[in-house]
Nanobody
Framework: QLQLVESGGGLVQPGGSLRLACAAS????????MCWFRQAPGKEREGVSC????????NDADPVKGRFTIARDDRKNILYLHMNTLKPEDTAVYYC???????????????????WGIGTLVTVSS
C-alpha cells in the first residue's frame, strides 16, 4: 500500500509561484508512474502532469505547458509540482496520484490511478 500526502498549497496572487510536494510512504515511489491531478469547484478532476519512473518522460496538460514542471526525488520519496505564472483558472484542489499506466494515458483516465492523496488547495486570487 502506498500512502500519499500533499503539502504546499495556499493563496497566491495571479502571476505568482508555488511548489507543491507529495510525500510517499509504505512502498517505494520508484515503483510507480506519478502524476498530479486537479479538481476545480464544479468541474471534473483532470490530469495536470505525469512523470515516468526514470524521471525522463513527462506529460503535461495543455493549460499548464510551459508554466508547471513535475519532478521526482526517489531517494526522498517525494513528488513535486513547480507552478509558475499562476492564473485564477489554476484554482483547484491538487491531488498526487500513483499508478502503472503510462502518464499520457493515466492523465486522461483517472480511474486507472491506483493511489490518491487527500489533496491540497491552491487558490489564485488578488
Amino acid at each position: 500500500q502506498l500512502q500519499l500526502v500533499e503539502s504546499g498549497g495556499g493563496l497566491v496572487q495571479p502571476g505568482g509561484s508555488l511548489r507543491l510536494a507529495c510525500a510517499a510512504s509504505g512502498s517505494p515511489m520508484i515503483d510507480y508512474i506519478m502524476c498530479w491531478f486537479r479538481q476545480a469547484p464544479g468541474k471534473e478532476r483532470e490530469g495536470v502532469s505525469c512523470i515516468d519512473r526514470t524521471g525522463l518522460t513527462r506529460n503535461d496538460a495543455d493549460p499548464v505547458k510551459g508554466r508547471f514542471t513535475i519532478a521526482r526525488d526517489d531517494r526522498k520519496n517525494i513528488l513535486y509540482l513547480h507552478m509558475n505564472t499562476l492564473k485564477p483558472e489554476d484554482t483547484a484542489v491538487y491531488y498526487c496520484a500513483a499508478g502503472q499506466l503510462p502518464g499520457a494515458a493515466m492523465m486522461k483516465l483517472s480511474s486507472a490511478v491506483s493511489y490518491w492523496g487527500i489533496g491540497t488547495l491552491v487558490t489564485v486570487s488578488s
